[in-house]
């Protein structure tokens, strides 16, 4: 028994039930919840089902009457067309207009007779926009409005068109009709079979927007044609903006497609959320898309949702607040222990609880106060600490890195810096330039006026680097007299000229004696003079050499293959 009870408390202090109140008033809440929510999600659950099975058949119903609707539409056009394109009237004139020898007054009467007959036709066919009369090369002559116009047509549609194939064309916007038209060509043969040309037919969307009008009767329906790259042809409702404008997500278009006649949840053209179900048009290779507002598809449901989730909400008020009403009464005495236990575990040891007895809770409180002022004293005294071996890290840091004597930075680093910006320099293909400086006769002036005006020469050089380079710059000290400075981001012209500005000041500088003090400067530049940090010093070291061997107090670039062959005079 003591072992369960064990287990038991373990089990429910690992999830935060400590407290006697917070134990009363979950096991208060659980005893109304469980049973609650478990009856109205089953009933959701039951209700959401019933509704899909019913939106499913609903649309699927309309999808597949309109599309067998609108392919019967597509059939008889096609066949329309292909009558007309079979009639006497236009083979033989066509036949005459193809036949060599004929003279140009029997053809010119030959094209009249077939404008005459597209434009009576066209005159009884309200689907027909323009129809247009093509010859055996796939050139237009004439149409139901006088005269020669190139088809919106695209790939290899008239080799189709010999072949005996009906074409139907992709649906454009027409500007000399201002609709919206798709083009269907069907050929023309002679009696004896020879291909004479083709008849394309501009066919409007009148009749498909009524048919479409005609079975979208629910107003929270919509149905739209829509292609497989999302564009909306044509809706039982006004689109907005010009034609095809409006469009489907692709992932929306994807689902539709690949599960069609399926109830498909996605966010509509018009931006609201829908559910919807897709039944392609075979001929047209469109989709046919009847869709409804899932607000108002769900609308009973979800009513019914929010009667429950309100009767249960207030169910759980009622209990709650009685079983909160009847745990403050058992652990008030306790709350501000652990309140302020509370805020130590959190990391807040500023707590220093006021106790007005000497009963159990009195004295707890008393030891707690005790053990939270020696916290703080131990988290201040740790404070102390850390700071003051943080402070010594980054000094004995600054002393490895840097040089002691110029406070730049020293060879033991340097080459670290340069293979940074040498990666750099390769990812964002960009150029960076390598100074190499050396004090002329620096020896000379050493031996003259000593080790300490020496150093106090090498330490004004120093100030001069830094003074000249930018926060990008990385200035060190190479050896000796000799300084090296990383520009980055810069172009050989650039540091030619950084170069001759860092030699005119250093010029400037009068040590001991009033004795003037010159340097000497190779340039090299990546990735024109090398494609490593090596070869890139290597050459802008030869460059310094080749100033020592013209009278020192110059700048030298880099020259591709040069090497140093001696040593470097002082």
């Known amino acids: 028994m003591v072992s369960w009870e064990r287990a038991t408390s373990g089990f429910l202090d690992r999830i935060g039930l400590q407290s006697i109140k917070s134990k009363i008033i979950v096991f208060a809440l659980l005893a109304t919840l469980i049973p609650s929510v478990t ?34 539409w597509l059939k008889e056009r096609r066949y329309e067309l292909r009558v007309l394109s079979s009639s006497y009237e236009v083979s033989e004139n066509l036949e005459k207009l193809n036949r060599s020898g004929q003279v140009g007054r029997t053809k010119a009467l030959a094209l009249q007779r077939i404008e005459a007959y597209l434009g009576s036709i066209g005159e009884k066919f309200s689907d027909y926009e323009e129809l247009v009369v093509l010859d055996a090369q796939g050139n237009t002559l004439t ?98 903006g010009p034609f095809m404008a409006s469009e489907l997500m692709a992932t929306a278009t994807e689902g539709l497609f690949a599960h069609e006649m399926s109830l498909v949840e996605f966010r509509s053209f018009r931006g609201n959320a829908v559910m919807g179900a897709l039944h392609t048009v075979p001929q047209l290779g469109w989709g046919l898309v009847a869709e409804k507002d ?68 009195g004295y707890m409180t008393e030891v707690f106060n005790g053990m939270v002022a020696r916290l703080r004293k131990f988290r201040d005294e740790n404070v102390a600490i850390n700071q003051e071996l943080h402070n010594k890290n980054a000094a004995l840091r600054m002393l490895s890195i840097t040089d002691s004597l110029t406070g730049l930075y020293n060879r033991t680093e340097l080459p670290k810096l340069l293979e940074i910006e040498l990666a750099r320099a390769q990812q964002r293909q960009h150029s960076f330039s390598i100074l190499m400086i050396d004090i002329d006769r620096f020896k000379r002036f050493n031996d003259t006026y000593g080790h300490q005006a020496g150093d106090d020469l090498l ?112």
């Open 39 to 72: 009856t109205g999600w089953l009933s959701y659950r039951n209700n959401r089902r019933a509704i899909d099975e019913q939106i499913v058949l609903e649309l699927t119903s309309v999808t597949s009457h309109a599309s067998r609707e609108l392919e019967l």
């Open 143 to 240: 149409s139901s409005m006088g005269r020669a116009v190139e088809l919106n047509l695209t790939g290899n549609w008239f080799d189709r068109v010999q072949a005996n194939e009906t074409v139907i064309g992709n649906p454009y916007w027409d500007e000399t009709f201002d609709v919206g038209v798709m083009i269907i060509v069907e050929r023309i043969v002679a009696a004896d079979g020879t291909f004479l040309g083709a008849m394309a037919a501009k066919i409007n969307f009148d009749e498909i927007n009524g048919i479409l009008t005609s079975y979208a009767k629910n107003p929270s329906h919509e149905l739209y044609l829509v292609t497989k790259k999302g564009e909306i042809v044509i809706s039982s409702r006004k689109l907005d």
């Open 294 to 361: 899932r607000t108002q598809a769900y609308s009973v449901i979800v009513r019914l949702r929010n009667i429950t989730l309100a009767l249960i909400s207030t169910a759980l008020l009622g209990i709650g607040l009685a079983a909160y009403l009847l745990g403050l009464t058992i652990v008030s005495p306790l709350r501000r222990l652990t309140h302020g236990a509370t805020k130590v575990a959190r990391g807040d040891l500023d707590v220093n609880l006021p106790f007005h007895d000497r009963s159990e809770v």
């Open 459 to 570: 330490r004004c050089v120093a100030e001069v680097l830094k003074s000249l380079s930018r926060a990008c710059d990385v200035a060190a000290r190479y050896g000796g007299e000799e300084f090296l400075i990383l520009l980055t981001e810069t172009e050989p012209d650039e540091a030619l000229r950084f170069a001759e500005r860092l030699r005119v000041r250093v010029e400037q500088i009068r040590s001991q004696g009033k004795e003037r003090v010159t340097i000497s400067v190779g340039v090299a530049s990546f990735p024109s003079n090398g494609d490593d940090v090596e070869s890139i010093i290597r050459q802008a070291d030869a460059a310094l050499y080749r100033c020592k061997r013209r009278g020192r107090n110059q700048v030298a670039p880099a020259r591709a293959g040069q090497e140093i062959l001696e040593p470097i005079p002082g």
